[in-house]
Structures are given as C-alpha cells and as structure tokens.
C-alpha cells in the first residue's frame, strides 16, 4: 500500500515558511511523505539554510514553482507579488501535482495550504483531492479576516477593504480592541495593496468553508475567545522545533549564531530582541526613530536587520550610533530567533506582550512612531512585574498543551491520523 503523500504550500513569507517547515517535519516523523513547495525566489535560500534536510530518509523533498516574477524584479512590491501569485501560482501547482500523479505510488493524497494561499484549496477541490488549510500566525489575525464581511456591513471598511474611517473594532466582548488601521490588510500605506491583500482575505474566507480541516499554529490557552468565534478552527501549535530537540529550519537568510555567545555574557531576562519579518520595510526616517527609540531605552538589546530592510540601498544608522550603543547593543542580519527567544537573557523568554506593545504605540502628526514614544512604551512594558507574571503563567499552559496529553497535541495526532487515512 502506497504511503500518503502530501502537498505542502506555504505563503512566501518568513514567518508562513518556518511553521510550515515545521509541521512537514512532524508529518514526515509520522511515515508521510511530503512535497513542500516553494516559490522559485525562496528555494535557493530555504534548501541552502537548512543543515539537516537530508535525514528524512527520502520522505521529503523540497521543489519550487514560480511566483510569476522575474528573478530580479522587486518581491517587497506587496502588491504587485499578491496579484502575480494569484495569476500564475494555481495553474503552476496543478501542473505540479499532475506531474507528481503519472507515477502511481506517488500520487498526491492531500494539500495543506497556508490560508493566504487559499486558490490552492480551490486547486485540490477541482483535482479531487482532501485538502487542509494551515494558519501560522495569530487567531485573532484570523478572527478579523473571515469578518470581512460584517466589516463592510457596519460601515468600517469599503466593499475593497479600506477603512471608511478612524474606528475601533472590537469583534467579541472577550477580545481586545484594535483599531481599523491596523487590521491586517489594511495596515499598508498604499491603496493598491490594500486592494490586493483584502482579495487575499476573501479568498480566505471562502476556504474556511471549503476545507476539510482547518488547523492553527496557536492554542486555546493563548487565544480563548478567537478559537470560540470559529468551531472549525484546530489549534495544534505552537510548532516549535525545540519541542522535538531539533533545530529550526525554513530560513531565507543565514542564521549569525555568534549573537548566542554575546547573550550568554548578559544579565538574566535584560535583553530586548527586535525583529520583523521578510516583508517589512522601513523608510529612513522610521528606521532612525526605531534606532534611537532603542538607544534611549538604555537596556542592552538584540536587533534584527535583515539585507533590504530599508528603503535604501544601504542601510544607515544616525551618526555615531554603533559607538554609542557598543556593546549593549548587538545588530545582527539574521538570528536563531527560537534559540534567542529561549535564552535566559531575553526578556521574550518571559514576555509574550512586546509585538502587542508596539502596534499600539501612537503615532505623530506626520504618522511616525517617535524614538520617545517606543522609549515610553518599552519603560511601560518592562518596568514592574505583571507583565513577568503573565507570560510565566501562559508560558506554562502553552508549555502543557503541546506535550503529550495535551489539547494542541491530541489535535495534530488526530489531524495526522486523519491525513494517513487519505
């Protein structure tokens, strides 16, 4: 009998690539085979990153199909990389998959997609094939997605996903408001690809109710009430290749495991770790106040800036910065982000809240996150104990959830049991 295989697609995006990765690796572990693939511009860097990639003893193997780009044309173009996706990608993975059929002990058993790859549930339908979305990020991310509609109902957003106005949205009683602004398609500075992402968002809608499965890189534990507005929604995460004794793969970029040595000769639970992810970009002016916020805050830090992080060609820090931090202050172009996450000098050891901190931070007249306003905040953060206490207490739950007998692992055992079947 012919083992499953399954078709594995993740959304070109760092932080989509990584869990996806992950999740492979716990099908392979089970017996599975696994095609993961790739957009063309991400391949080279993922295959050439990871270290351990050949000890699946065959069960995996990592191909690539084109975005529609040419190799040189610019993928932080948000915009223009959704609509080229959208076009080219579904035809190029039913080619893939008709390709994988001819020889008949391979044929593909299952897809799992990244939601924001949803044409890709659309594609397995249409070939007769059991499919499975996967959402890597925040529930609550997702929550605001498949609202969309209400949204537009109430008069928040336009029939193209644009804020009508200033609001603050609050989809449950048990969720924390967030404003229109900084929904998660609409958080761009250009309308266009405002548009482009909120077709992505439809799209994603409509493959909640066409899947078989729908399963989230999260837990009950961290988001209750996201996981209580959608019954489908599984959580089986979070997906952490430390929970395996393993170390993490599906980076685009080298990994500086130096900053490792230099986090060792910190004080427990003293270092702020910045990082953002593959799509960000920053203007020179933003990336500045991130800079000096970061100096002023007087704490050692770790921060991430990755080649093509700025708008410019090089990437300038103010004058005289790296004297002035020294070795407080540690730059890197690409971290061992679970490794720094997990050292006892990181305060993110402790601290789940920083990311949620700095999307609320208020923004000037001109739109800018000033230096004062990130110091402010990061002394509000980090300056008494509450927030210590809460993320030692969800660390635990999370920590109990993905071990055996717990809710997230009870889930992905089914879900794999389920994707054997097929």
Same mark, same amino acid.
């Given at each position: 009998m012919?083992?499953?295989?399954?078709v594995? &697609?993740p959304?070109?995006?760092?932080?989509?690539v990584?869990?996806?990765?992950?999740?492979?690796?716990?099908?392979?572990?089970q017996?599975?085979?696994?095609?993961?693939?790739?957009?063309d511009?991400?391949?080279?860097g993922?295959?050439?990153?990871w270290?351990?990639?050949?000890s699946?003893?065959g069960?995996m193997?990592?191909?690539?199909i084109?975005d529609?780009l040419?190799?040189?044309?610019?993928?932080?173009?948000? #915009?223009?990389?959704t609509?080229?996706i959208?076009?080219?990608?579904?035809?190029k993975l039913?080619?893939?998959i008709?390709? %994988?059929?001819k020889?008949?002990?391979?044929?593909?058993?299952c897809v &799992?997609?990244?939601?924001c790859?949803?044409?890709?549930?659309q594609?397995?339908?249409?070939?007769?094939?059991?499919s499975? =979305?996967?959402?890597?990020?925040?529930?609550?991310t997702?929550?605001s &997605?498949?609202?969309?509609?209400k949204l537009?109902d109430d008069?928040?957003?336009?029939?193209k996903g644009?804020?009508?106005?200033?609001?603050t949205i609050?989809?449950?009683?048990a969720?924390?408001? &967030?404003?229109?602004e900084?929904l998660?398609?609409?958080?761009?500075m250009?309308?266009?690809? %405002?548009e482009?992402?909120f077709?992505?968002?439809?799209? =994603?809608?409509?493959?909640?109710?066409l899947?078989e499965w729908?399963?989230?890189?999260?837990t009950?534990?961290?988001?209750?009430?996201?996981?209580s507005?959608?019954?489908?929604?599984?959580?089986?995460?979070p997906?952490l290749?430390?929970n395996?004794?393993?170390?993490q793969?599906?980076?685009f970029?080298?990994?500086d495991?130096?900053?490792?040595?230099?986090?060792?000769?910190?004080?427990? #639970?003293?270092?702020?770790?910045?990082?953002f992810?593959?799509?960000?970009i920053?203007?020179?002016t933003h990336?500045?106040?991130? =800079?000096?916020?970061?100096?002023?805050?007087?704490?050692?830090?770790?921060?991430v800036?990755r080649?093509?992080?700025?708008?410019e060609?090089?990437?300038s820090y103010?004058?005289?910065?790296?004297?002035?931090?020294g070795?407080?202050?540690?730059?890197?172009?690409?971290?061992?982000?679970q490794k720094?996450?997990a050292?006892p000098s990181?305060?993110?050891?402790?601290?789940l809240?920083?990311?949620?901190?700095?999307?609320r931070m208020?923004?000037?007249?001109?739109?800018?996150?000033?230096r004062?306003?990130?110091?402010?905040?990061?002394?509000?953060?980090?300056?008494?104990?509450?927030?210590?206490?809460k993320?030692l207490?969800?660390?635990?739950?999370?920590?109990?959830s993905?071990?055996?007998?717990g809710?997230?692992?009870?889930?992905?055992?089914n879900?794999?049991?389920?994707?054997?079947?097929?």
């Amino acid at each position: 009998m012919a083992k499953p295989h399954v078709v594995v &697609i993740p959304y070109p995006a760092q932080g989509h690539v990584i869990p996806f990765l992950e999740l492979a690796q716990r099908l392979v572990q089970q017996g599975i085979r696994v095609t993961f693939v790739n957009t063309d511009f991400n391949q080279k860097g993922v295959a050439s990153n990871w270290l351990d990639k050949g000890s699946f003893g065959g069960l995996m193997q990592m191909v690539s199909i084109s975005d529609g780009l040419e190799p040189w044309e610019d993928r932080s173009d948000l #915009c223009k990389l959704t609509l080229s996706i959208m076009q080219t990608m579904p035809h190029k993975l039913e080619e893939l998959i008709e390709t %994988i059929n001819k020889e008949e002990s391979s044929k593909v058993s299952c897809v &799992i997609a990244d939601d924001c790859m949803a044409w890709a549930i659309q594609v397995a339908k249409k070939m007769g094939i059991g499919s499975a =979305a996967f959402w890597p990020a925040s529930v609550a991310t997702l929550a605001s &997605i498949f609202s969309f509609q209400k949204l537009i109902d109430d008069g928040i957003i336009n029939e193209k996903g644009i804020p009508l106005k200033d609001h603050t949205i609050q989809l449950s009683e048990a969720m924390p408001p &967030i404003k229109s602004e900084n929904l998660a398609w609409a958080c761009f500075m250009d309308v266009a690809t %405002i548009e482009a992402s909120f077709q992505l968002v439809k799209e =994603a809608e409509e493959a909640y109710r066409l899947t078989e499965w729908f399963i989230c890189n999260s837990t009950t534990d961290l988001e209750a009430a996201a996981f209580s507005m959608y019954s489908q929604l599984m959580p089986i995460g979070p997906l952490l290749a430390s929970n395996r004794l393993a170390d993490q793969a599906g980076h685009f970029w080298q990994e500086d495991s130096t900053c490792l040595t230099w986090l060792d000769q910190q004080q427990p #639970c003293s270092v702020i770790y910045i990082a953002f992810g593959s799509f960000t970009i920053f203007d020179q002016t933003h990336f500045e106040e991130l =800079a000096l916020g970061l100096e002023l805050s007087n704490r050692p830090f770790l921060w991430v800036v990755r080649p093509g992080m700025t708008k410019e060609t090089t990437t300038s820090y103010p004058d005289g910065y790296t004297e002035r931090v020294g070795s407080r202050g540690r730059i890197v172009s690409w971290a061992p982000q679970q490794k720094v996450l997990a050292h006892p000098s990181s305060m993110l050891h402790e601290s789940l809240w920083l990311e949620l901190y700095f999307r609320r931070m208020a923004k000037d007249d001109a739109g800018i996150i000033t230096r004062g306003e990130i110091k402010s905040k990061l002394e509000e953060l980090l300056s008494g104990e509450t927030y210590k206490v809460k993320a030692l207490d969800i660390k635990e739950k999370v920590t109990s959830s993905v071990i055996e007998g717990g809710c997230s692992h009870k889930n992905l055992s089914n879900f794999i049991e389920w994707v054997k079947e097929r």
